[in-house]
């Protein structure tokens, strides 16, 4: 599975992106697909998840601030972050789980700054 992510960039304090990661093939089959992010200096950490049944996981960082989705029909799945915050800057990295094995992309790199 090849991932590719994109959306990152510059954004002001308050505002919003949404990240696209689209997957090499179908994503149907996936057992999950989710974000991770790092910060500079910091550790990478799980962002967002979404299973195969839709549930979908979020850390307590970002709860009602981003919200995953997917799209079966362009292979993709998405993030949209709002109320983006000094915090959130981070490298962004799109991965999917393939029974137990774990794919990443490319990361799109997010900075929020005044």
């Known amino acids: 599975v090849q991932l590719q992510a994109s959306g990152g960039g510059l954004v002001q304090p308050g505002g919003s992106l949404r990240l696209s990661c689209t997957a090499s093939g179908s994503i149907f089959a996936l057992n999950a697909m989710g974000w991770y992010r790092q910060a500079p200096g910091k550790q990478r950490e799980l962002v967002a998840t979404?299973?195969?049944?839709?549930?979908?996981n979020y850390s307590d960082s970002v709860k009602r601030r981003f919200a995953i989705s997917r799209d079966y029909a362009k292979n993709t799945v998405y993030m949209q972050m709002n109320s983006l915050n000094l915090e959130d800057t981070a490298v962004y990295y799109c991965?999917?789980?393939?029974?137990?094995?774990?794919?990443w992309g490319r990361g799109t790199e997010v900075t929020v700054s005044s």
């Open positions: 991965t999917a789980d393939d029974v137990g094995r774990l794919y």
């Open positions: 979404i299973t195969r049944d839709g549930t979908t």
